[in-house]
């Protein structure tokens, strides 16, 4: 297995559109190796997520991992592989929560996201799974299937007055996203 090295924004890997992982290459060695790759660089630097792009791999493939000890889920996740994902909201319900990347280094903000959503995908064998999330996990659901589409969540945030340091952040807390009012 190896660590793989994460891209930042600014690399255009990072802003493309991947394309679904083929059929044929799933069952294949060096898929699986990948699989096992992401999965290490995820623990590496201590991601709950991991996405194809960010390792200059334009495939719809991310990984999750949600501890059960991480404070901001209410359960955790085991190390679950999305291969060609579709997301689909449910329900209008969105929720602000605090969001980091590694392709976006020492820096937390605010994002409102779905409160809940069904994922479809494939598993790293190929096989149709699908399951229905709120909470954290449909938060690092969303966060990992914008990857896929070039999208970090910088893009999603509503302003930028609660982008922070991390630093900060664990010191001060998250600041108030106040739009435009002043
Ligand atoms: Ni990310």
């Not at 060096?30 to 201590?46: K, P, S």
């Not at 820096?107 to 999330?133: Q, Y």
Request: aromatic content about 6%; charged content about 30%.
């Amino acid at each position: 297995m190896a660590i793989l090295k994460v891209a930042r924004i600014g690399h255009p890997v990072v802003r493309e559109t991947a394309k679904p992982v083929p059929a044929a290459e799933i069952q294949g060695a060096a898929f699986q190796r990948l699989v096992d790759d992401m999965v290490e660089t995820m623990h590496e630097y201590d991601g709950v997520g991991l996405a194809a792009p960010q390792i200059h791999v334009g495939w719809r493939l991310a990984v999750i991992e949600i501890l059960p000890t991480d404070e901001r889920a209410e359960d955790g996740v085991p190390v679950t592989v999305l291969v060609n994902p579709k997301l689909t909201p449910l329900g209008k319900r969105r929720a602000r929560g605090i969001e980091g990347c590694l392709s976006v280094p020492g820096f937390r903000g605010v994002v409102a996201r779905h409160e809940r959503v069904k994922l479809e995908a494939l598993d790293r064998h190929g096989k149709p799974w699908s399951v229905e999330a709120h909470g954290f996990f449909a938060r690092v659901l969303q966060h990992e299937c914008d990857h896929l589409d070039g999208r970090v969540y910088l893009d999603r945030m509503e302003g930028l007055r609660s982008l922070a340091y991390q630093e900060e952040f664990e010191r001060f807390g998250a600041q108030e996203a106040v739009d435009d009012e002043e």
